[in-house]
């Protein structure tokens, strides 16, 4: 590489997995960065991700009115649409990688960023060798994003700190409401996380306005039924109330998830039953308790809510897509942006790192297991120390009358260089 | 009544009813304007409303400090505690009254708050006509709350707002993650609201941020199984996607809540299944579509949801509070305070008059009709000009490091007239 002479042509931005309140303030990130940079000749924004560069519906971001492309920073959900469609092994099929050259050279794509998950990375990498293997000169970055803040290598996602201030505010209100009654409640919330526990242990921040959730349960552990049956009538008899915290992915120790166990099932007789985990724990609870139980599945609500997004957050989201240009620009390819946390004058600061596409494909870091609790349900110290930071600063996002103003963007398609009418 | 000689005596607040985001921003209307009036001799809280009265549980919000009591301009649920206790017909059972009535002379209480929805307006016109009876002389005001917005004879009721705020935004954001994958998928959001509509219309106004529900069922009109799937799927098979917003309490043309009809039942067998209406719903479509459906129930979310108060909620709710103290202490007693929409150059402003205790008690009021499009599944233009004042202006809750800091109250036992040790 020749960083006096940096490569010359257009890029391409994807968005890859489930979106985040943040994933756009990093497509942001990308766009803007790569509108201000000279070498850069185009900026595309493919449609559903990958599956748009293969259907050739790309758009043109050039021509988008900046300031709309600024409220990206605050408009939740995939503005250029997901997928989660996996490349085939490029030893066993390559039609999709001819087909995504053949798109590249269509458009003289030189730069390729993808902003999504470990299964985005994964694509990355693939993509990255396949042009390698045939000589097309190609830079490849993964821009991170995922509520689950499960990525390799990072000390945490682009989507975690918004979904886990969600979380922490929405258990702080929920708890103060389940207790309102003398009669007495239980509370179920169900967390987002099917293999690891970092949103659930969310809850636990709630702690810092005076709500932390009685009990919390993490996928990393597994979930006994009679032990949580005692946990909840301990906390239930002695203070008349108990709100739970409880990751969707919690399973039992033969490795069935709770969720869809038959034992769980509302008749006995193994029929299907609707509704997720906290429908079943609420009536576990019901029956053994005989009291009021309520539970809430927050469902889409925790990675949608771009109105609790924190300011943290979308700065780091931002920051992670423009470094990715700027990397890549000047000679850095195979790459994921990756956080590393460091302290200035005692108070939290971000770095930004470059990591190995392959370091953080198809891998997944779970919630340290000395910040469980001994008894599995709760987080220490330490977690909090952790997330606290994270969760922190508000966001600047526009409003008109009290409801949020998203992005509206043009999505004008995208013509080949040279090829204007 | 005398306005040159207010009544001396103590007050007492009590809170009552479901919980809002803004029943503490009317209780701290009651308690500012009471500790500020020299008639009034002291400020006391009732422990989980009329049961604290007949429990001899009392508060002295005078040992509080101001700025914890301020906090409750923007702390969700009702901080002294709520009940659903029912007086009984005091020509009946009198029992209850001569108790409230020993209470009252213990702490020579003359001002009664009572803060909640149409059954606490029925508990306030019941010892209003109980105090009257025996002649004690005692002022009794109700103050409005319900996220429900069905007290009638006011334009809107504290707390409404705030929730129909929340709502608005929750559809807005999940309403954009819905429909990210290019598969497809159908999202039922359930809202709450037994018999009155109000809430689950205000999912309308998530159209003012370009995402508008598809489809809206209010309780109003009598829910139809094969015109909902027809109009699920003609959504459908247009857009490739369907948020559609329905009430909890919506009913079969006979009656029947469809959240407790048999035919939900997932089983076919009658067996009682988990999970809520959003839950059957989501089934329901499931297996006619054969796509993607999931069920979101709002759940305690929306009426806790205070980091999403509205503004004019929040001062609406305050307003409330103080104005009723203020009609007391003029000598008005026997009225709830009521909201008229009003407009000044042009604008939104809101009068505050009182209306008689009975006319409110056990009374109920609907979207009305011309407000429901003629096929019954939205809300017309009309109901979107009413509500959208209501969500407007930004709370200015305090937070620390990005979470709430709710108020914190010492609640001290109070101490009758003349007993202090």
Same mark, same amino acid.
């Given at each position: 590489?020749?960083?006096?002479? /940096?490569?010359? +042509?257009? #890029?391409?931005?994807?968005?890859?997995?489930?979106?985040?309140?943040?994933? *756009?303030?990093?497509?942001?990130?990308?766009?803007?960065?790569?509108?201000?940079?000279?070498?850069?000749?185009?900026?595309?924004?493919?449609?559903?991700?990958?599956?748009?560069?293969? *259907?050739?519906?790309?758009?043109?971001? %050039?021509?988008?009115?900046?300031?709309?492309?600024?409220?990206?920073?605050?408009?939740? $959900?995939?503005?250029? +649409?997901?997928?989660?469609?996996?490349?085939?092994?490029?030893?066993?099929?390559?039609?999709?990688?001819?087909?995504?050259?053949?798109?590249?050279?269509?458009?003289?794509?030189?730069?390729?960023?993808?902003?999504? %998950?470990?299964?985005?990375?994964?694509?990355? $990498?693939?993509?990255?060798?396949?042009? *390698?293997?045939?000589? @097309?000169?190609?830079?490849?970055?993964?821009?991170?994003?995922?509520?689950?803040?499960?990525? @390799?290598?990072?000390?945490?996602?682009?989507?975690?700190?918004?979904?886990?201030?969600?979380?922490?505010?929405?258990?702080?209100?929920?708890?103060?409401?389940?207790?309102?009654?003398?009669?007495?409640?239980?509370?179920?919330?169900?967390?987002?996380?099917?293999?690891?526990?970092?949103?659930?242990?969310?809850?636990?921040?709630?702690?810092? #306005?005076?709500?932390?959730?009685?009990?919390?349960?993490? /996928?990393?552990?597994?979930?006994?039924?009679?032990?949580?049956?005692?946990?909840?009538?301990?906390? @239930?008899?002695?203070?008349?109330? #108990?709100?739970?915290?409880?990751?969707?992915?919690?399973?039992?120790?033969?490795?069935?998830?709770?969720?869809?166990?038959?034992?769980?099932?509302?008749?006995?007789? +193994?029929?299907?039953?609707?509704?997720?985990?906290? !429908?079943?724990?609420?009536?576990?609870?019901?029956?053994?308790?005989? #009291?009021?139980?309520?539970?809430?599945?927050?469902?889409?609500?925790?990675?949608?809510?771009?109105?609790?997004?924190?300011?943290?957050?979308?700065?780091?989201?931002?920051?992670?897509?423009?470094? !990715?240009?700027?990397?890549?620009?000047?000679?850095?390819?195979?790459?994921?942006?990756?956080?590393?946390?460091?302290?200035?004058?005692?108070?939290?600061?971000?770095?930004?790192?470059?990591?190995?596409?392959?370091?953080?494909?198809?891998?997944?870091?779970?919630?340290?297991?000395?910040?469980?609790?001994?008894?599995?349900?709760?987080?220490?110290?330490?977690?909090?120390?952790?997330?606290?930071?994270?969760?922190?600063?508000?966001?600047?996002?526009?409003?008109?009358?009290?409801?949020?103003?998203? !992005?509206?963007?043009?999505?004008?398609? !995208?013509? /080949?260089?040279?090829?204007?009418?």
């Amino acid at each position: 590489m020749d960083k006096r002479q /940096p490569l010359r +042509g257009a #890029c391409v931005l994807g968005q890859s997995g489930g979106p985040t309140a943040v994933i *756009n303030a990093s497509a942001y990130g990308v766009i803007r960065a790569a509108l201000d940079e000279p070498a850069i000749t185009a900026v595309y924004g493919a449609d559903h991700g990958i599956t748009g560069v293969l *259907n050739d519906i790309l758009y043109d971001m %050039g021509q988008e009115d900046p300031e709309e492309l600024e409220l990206l920073l605050h408009t939740p $959900s995939s503005e250029l +649409g997901s997928c989660r469609y996996k490349l085939a092994d490029p030893e066993k099929d390559d039609s999709d990688y001819r087909r995504i050259l053949e798109i590249f050279r269509k458009y003289d794509i030189r730069y390729f960023f993808y902003n999504g %998950g470990n299964d985005s990375m994964d694509t990355c $990498s693939k993509i990255s060798r396949y042009m *390698n293997s045939v000589g @097309y000169e190609c830079r490849v970055m993964g821009v991170p994003k995922t509520i689950d803040n499960d990525l @390799y290598g990072t000390d945490h996602c682009p989507g975690y700190g918004s979904a886990a201030r969600y979380i922490a505010t929405s258990v702080a209100e929920v708890n103060r409401d389940n207790r309102v009654y003398p009669t007495g409640s239980v509370c179920i919330m169900e967390i987002m996380g099917r293999h690891a526990g970092w949103l659930t242990a969310a809850a636990a921040l709630a702690g810092e #306005c005076g709500e932390a959730p009685d009990l919390i349960y993490l /996928p990393e552990r597994p979930f006994d039924r009679e032990r949580f049956l005692k946990d909840v009538a301990d906390v @239930y008899n002695r203070k008349n109330s #108990c709100l739970v915290a409880v990751s969707e992915g919690v399973r039992y120790a033969d490795g069935t998830f709770v969720s869809e166990a038959k034992e769980s099932s509302t008749d006995g007789f +193994g029929h299907a039953q609707l509704g997720g985990l906290a !429908a079943i724990l609420a009536d576990m609870v019901r029956r053994e308790l005989g #009291c009021k139980v309520r539970g809430i599945e927050l469902s889409l609500l925790q990675r949608a809510g771009a109105h609790l997004a924190s300011g943290t957050d979308v700065a780091e989201a931002y920051a992670a897509g423009r470094f !990715a240009v700027e990397s890549a620009v000047a000679g850095v390819t195979d790459k994921m942006v990756g956080f590393v946390r460091d302290e200035e004058d005692g108070k939290y600061v971000c770095r930004y790192v470059l990591l190995p596409l392959e370091t953080v494909a198809n891998a997944e870091k779970k919630v340290p297991g000395e910040w469980i609790t001994p008894e599995g349900n709760g987080v220490t110290e330490d977690f909090i120390r952790y997330a606290l930071p994270l969760v922190a600063g508000e966001n600047d996002r526009k409003q008109i009358g009290g409801l949020p103003r998203f !992005a509206r963007l043009k999505k004008i398609r !995208a013509v /080949p260089a040279g090829k204007e009418s």
